[in-house]
């Protein structure tokens, strides 16, 4: 069980375009989904928290008009990075808690590995 | 400010038994949780700890001391899909996790 899903799992795009990241929960309902990116050799920096109906809460230095994220429902959040630049490529990882008193218990995606050419 | 570190790197051999170190000074505290990544992959969860001691599951341990902002993961009967990266990472008060750099251990034979 509690198992998320992330589509796509890789990306190539051209400078200027715009790309959508989903991720999905699909054994459980997900209150919380949390966006991260991780740069080779780095750790995980958390992106935004966002919650089923309610706008993303964005952390400090996260553009909030470039990495636009929607959770409309209890088993999918996506994350768009618009006009995406070279410097936006990184590996792209959701998770998903099912409660917002437990997101201790956070399940991460495979990832998507975005390259912006 | 929130300051979570951990070694960069650390080699064992097969069979052995390595300790991986995280020590923290966060804002807030609301446990702290261990997770294994394997490169290209994403993370998953091994361990969370949220009161002083010692919890076992298996080949993996860990341990906090909330006096001292420390934690540590112990791996047993060390085996080579053992090699990740193992990151430690702080909830804070307004449930989010902060992750350390994480620690990149080579199991060699």
């Known amino acids: 069980g509690a198992v998320v899903s992330q589509h796509p799992s890789w990306v190539i795009c051209k400078s200027g375009t715009s790309v959508k990241i989903e991720c999905r929960s699909l054994?459980?309902?997900?209150?919380?989904m949390f966006w991260y990116r991780q740069f080779p050799k780095q750790s995980l920096m958390l992106m935004a928290t966002s919650n089923e109906g309610s706008k993303a809460t964005y952390e400090q230095g996260v553009e909030k008009d470039k990495f636009l994220i929607n959770h409309a429902s209890l088993t999918l959040s996506t994350l768009t990075v618009t006009s995406a630049h070279p410097e936006d490529s990184s590996f792209y990882i959701c998770s998903a808690s099912p409660s917002r008193e437990y997101v201790d218990t956070q399940y991460f995606g495979p990832g998507t590995r975005l390259t912006v050419l | 400010g929130q300051n979570i570190d951990q070694p960069t790197e650390m080699t064992a051999t097969e069979g052995a038994i390595v300790q991986i170190n995280c020590t923290y000074q966060t804002s807030g505290f609301n446990g702290l949780s261990w997770y294994q990544q394997h490169a290209g992959e994403a993370p998953t969860f091994l361990s969370y700890n949220v009161l002083d001691g010692l919890e076992e599951k298996g080949r993996f341990s860990s341990f906090l001391s909330r006096s001292k902002g420390y934690s540590y993961l112990l791996l047993k009967e060390l085996q080579m899909k053992d090699s990740a990266s193992y990151l430690c990472a702080v909830r804070d008060l307004a449930d989010k996790l902060i992750f350390g750099t994480g620690t990149r251990l080579q199991v060699f034979p």
């Open positions: 054994d459980f309902q997900a209150t919380t």
